[in-house]
């Protein structure tokens, strides 16, 4: 479904991503995850066929989507501040996505418009930041399109309307296969109903896994200095902190029972760290 081999791309003489592989050949959905100017949008966009690689191959279903009519039709991509045009009411947008893509599903956005409270006749110029993205995320999800691509699409929503969001698109992905990729910076929220993580960073795609095996990583370990300090010799230490002859670590490694099994032997308590403060200190420690 989509192939990335060995990509470079910059502007000018400065590369944004550089050498870059990855590939997605099943339907799932998939969380892009990076610092702000990782190259998250600029790999989306290549994905979508908006940009050209400066070196290396990018395919969606086996066709390269830059310049290729064919190719884009399998390909939604709805990237953060979308370019509607400034007369456009959100009717105007709708009728537009249910012309440009075959399979657009009329009732889903039907039913999408009152959960997020839009009006149709409302001038998107008008809108709120998050209406907007919730727009944005409507025509993302009834499009159907065999690989559709959101940026940041809880942009501007407070909590109870993210909720509703990943709810609605957790019910159209199982009705309605496909691969969605979306980047967010509310990994936490959004990790429960994703099967796999991208991480991009330092102009690579740093980390790609199964988000099963991502949630398991990252453990908090407390206690007294010389335990602590025993215990994790040798080992990825991400975070510590210090009171006295306490300590705290988040090590680099899976919260599983033999862990649980080691904190408890040597009087240490163990906590699962957040997945969110996990990659910020993984991807630190990377540069």
């Known amino acids: 479904m989509i192939q990335v081999e060995n990509v470079t791309y910059g502007y000018g003489d400065a590369p944004v991503l550089e050498d870059i592989s990855y590939s997605e050949q099943e339907y799932g959905i998939t969380a892009i995850w990076g610092r702000n100017g990782a190259g998250k949008t600029t790999l989306m966009k290549l994905l979508a066929g908006h940009e050209k690689p400066s070196k290396g191959k990018v395919e969606i279903m086996g066709m390269a989507p830059y310049n290729h009519a064919e190719a884009v039709q399998y390909v939604c991509y709805m990237q953060e501040e979308h370019p509607f045009s400034s007369i456009w009411s959100v009717k105007d947008a709708l009728r537009f996505g249910k012309y440009y893509y075959s399979n657009w599903d009329e009732d889903l956005a039907k039913r999408l ?57 957790r019910e159209s992905h199982e009705e309605h296969p496909r691969l969605i990729l979306l980047s967010t910076h509310h990994i936490e929220e959004i990790q429960p109903i994703c099967e796999s993580l991208v991480v991009v960073h330092d102009k690579k795609v740093f980390i790609h896994e199964s988000m099963d095996e991502m949630r398991e990583y990252g453990v908090w ?44 032997h040597h009087g240490l308590s163990i906590e699962k760290a957040k997945l969110q403060d996990y990659l910020l200190n993984k991807t630190e420690e990377a540069e």
């Open 113 to 169: 418009l009152k959960t997020f409270r839009l009006d149709e006749k409302k001038k998107i110029s008008k809108l709120s930041k998050g209406m907007k993205s919730a727009l944005q995320f409507i025509i993302g999800i009834s499009s159907h399109a065999e690989i559709t691509i959101l940026d940041e699409p809880s942009n501007g929503l407070d909590a109870s309307m993210r909720k509703k969001m990943y709810q609605s698109l």
């Open 221 to 264: 370990l407390a206690g007294e200095q010389n335990k602590i300090e025993k215990v994790v010799d040798g080992l990825s230490i991400l975070e510590k902190s210090g009171l006295g002859s306490r300590l705290k670590v988040m090590v680099d490694v899976p919260f599983n029972d033999e862990w649980k099994d080691i904190a408890s």
